[in-house]
């Protein structure tokens, strides 16, 4: 079975770009979560959706990142306009179940962005 | 204080020894835990849950602690494969909370 889904794996902008991050869940997930992930900072969840509705968002560093769930087999990760602090390692995962961090979480390969 | 915290490590043990991590959490609330396994450049990957006081399988043991509000994972006769970073996690509610992660280095 396909694990989750991420693209672009790699991306490299200039600052003041907008960056869209995708994400695919593992087919039947109905948890879905974004997480940054930097060395000074480590796993940092973002914000969590369940059947597709944000649930908490309180990670989410400020305006300029937003999320959306359209369906339960995709989501988007937006940064606009990007700042080269923004660089990090991003990773989306999926679970099944009713509560965001009970079961257990299958992360995907990450999209590593670099904001020149 | 951070809501997980962890040695960051790392550790350099020779091939077959024995080596343990603690994780420490602040949230009493905390419901379940979690050991994860990452690779240099690499996503996350479940190593282990815990629920209840521990858990064991093969060489690794978890135990948990909430008297003292800590984690440990155990790694018996290590092996140069289980050189990674390990992660804790923990769930206070809905949201799944790690440390820093603790580096490993098994040496020949």
């Known amino acids: 079975d396909a694990g989750v889904i991420q693209s672009p794996r790699h991306e490299v902008t200039e600052m003041g770009q907008e960056v869209t991050l995708r994400c695919k869940p593992i087919?039947?997930?109905?948890?879905l979560f974004w997480y940054r992930q930097t060395m000074m900072r480590g796993l940092e969840l973002l914000i969590y959706?369940?059947?597709?509705?944000?649930?908490?968002d309180s990670g989410m560093p400020e305006d300029r990142f937003s999320a959306k769930m359209p369906n339960a087999s995709f989501s988007t990760l937006k940064i606009q306009p990007s700042e080269p602090r923004d660089s990090a390692v991003y990773f989306c995962?999926?679970?099944?179940?009713?509560?965001?961090?009970?079961?257990?979480?299958?992360f995907g390969p990450g999209t590593r962005l670099l904001v020149l | 204080r951070k809501e997980v915290e962890q040695d960051p490590g790392p550790f350099n043990v020779p091939e077959g020894a024995t080596v343990a991590f603690n994780c420490t959490y602040s949230?009493?609330?905390?419901?379940?835990f979690f050991w994860y396994r990452q690779d240099c450049r690499k996503e996350p990957k479940l190593l282990m849950s815990?629920?209840?006081s521990g858990n064991e399988d093969g060489r690794f043991t978890a135990q948990l602690n909430r008297a003292s509000q800590y984690i440990s994972l155990l790694i018996r006769d290590s092996k140069l494969s289980d050189s990674a970073t390990y992660l804790c996690?923990?769930?206070?509610?809905?949201?799944?909370?790690f440390g820093g992660g603790t580096r490993l280095m098994v040496k020949p």
């Open positions: 959706f369940n059947n597709n509705v944000p649930i908490d």
């Open positions: 949230n009493s609330a905390s419901q379940s």
């Open positions: 815990v629920y209840s």
């Open positions: 995962a999926s679970s099944f179940g009713l509560a965001g961090g009970q079961e257990t979480q299958y």
């Open positions: 996690g923990h769930n206070a509610g809905n949201m799944l909370t």
């Open positions: 087919s039947g997930h109905n948890s």
